[in-house]
């Protein structure tokens, strides 16, 4: 097996080490051995159950009108009674979600790769990226109404804006944040470009792409809810601003738990993929 390897190796050595150094920068970290942290299942369920407690207490102490502020049974009744309605709209505003996401995923991920590969293109398109991020983006709702319709098109552009700018920024950052030393030495072994970026600046970088997903997963629901509320048939966004305008506000909360609940998934789905896309990232959360 070693003299197989030698061989493959002595036939094309340049290309055997840069996969030996594509696998150095993916080598796991050390991680001291840390205690199970026993209140790690429930420490959510007292953090929610807490602000479930504030909540109510306020609602006593203030006697606020229920059409002002309810309390969290009346909103928990209000779910469990309106659960087809609700359930209707979430299906519709999750669609537009994960859509969105995907999209602005895909998009960001092959800008960053685009800017960090060539010059030309990053002195062009880099000063575009920046400026359109001073414009107010819920200001272009109106206008992707206008020009998608009330559909679910609309709603996915606004999405896919949202998020576009966070992960290209994340990725392009993790890109260019690449081992010079690293790559000198793939350089002298006669990497091409796509060499380099496959086993070294992309490896490198998979981290950072996995916080600008993160980062997006939470930002996301705005897209499509702000969409909502300029303009539609239906989701969330649309529930809820018929029942602000019937007072019913109740039900607006209700819905604002599970569009919570939503966001609440795939913020822990996405967080599961870049754990898998860089397993080598050092885990800082249990060792302090």
Same mark, same amino acid.
Do not use: K, N, Q
């Given at each position: 097996m070693v003299a197989g390897v030698a061989g493959r @190796? =002595?036939?094309?050595?340049?290309?055997? @080490?840069i996969r030996v150094a594509s696998r150095a920068i993916r080598q796991p970290v050390e991680r001291a051995p840390v205690r199970a942290p026993s209140l790690a299942g429930v420490r959510p369920l007292i953090t929610l159950a807490g602000l479930l407690a504030v909540w109510q207490l306020v609602v006593v102490l203030t006697g606020v009108p229920p059409f002002i502020l309810p309390g969290p049974w009346a909103v928990l009744e209000t779910l469990v009674n309106r659960w087809p309605l609700i359930l209707g709209h979430a299906w519709i505003t999750g669609a537009e979600i994960l859509m969105g996401f995907a999209l602005g995923a895909l998009l960001g991920a092959a800008s960053g790769l685009l800017l960090a590969s060539f010059v030309t293109a990053r002195r062009w398109l880099l000063p575009v990226f920046v400026v359109s991020q001073a414009l107010p983006v819920f200001a272009l709702a109106p206008l992707l109404v206008l020009w998608l319709g009330?559909?679910?098109? =609309?709603k996915v552009a606004m999405a896919v804006l949202i998020i576009y700018f966070p992960i290209t920024a994340a990725f392009y950052d993790g890109l260019r944040r690449a081992d010079p030393e690293m790559l000198d030495l793939v !350089? @002298? @072994?006669?990497? =091409? !470009?796509?060499?380099m970026i496959r086993f070294i600046r992309l490896p490198a970088a998979l981290p950072s792409l996995a916080s600008g997903l993160r980062v997006a997963a939470s930002v996301a629901p705005i897209g499509a809810i702000v969409g909502e509320w300029v303009g539609s048939s239906g989701g969330l966004g649309y529930l809820m601003l018929h029942a602000n305008a019937r007072m019913q506000v109740d039900l607006m909360f209700a819905a604002l738990l599970v569009l919570a609940a939503m966001a609440l998934v795939l913020y822990l789905a996405v967080d599961r993929?870049?754990?898998r896309l860089a397993p080598w990232q050092a885990e800082t959360d249990n060792q302090r």
């Open positions: @190796l =002595s036939r094309r050595p340049g290309r055997g @080490l009330y559909g679910m098109a =609309s !350089r @002298l @072994l006669g990497a =091409s !470009r796509f060499d993929l870049g754990r």
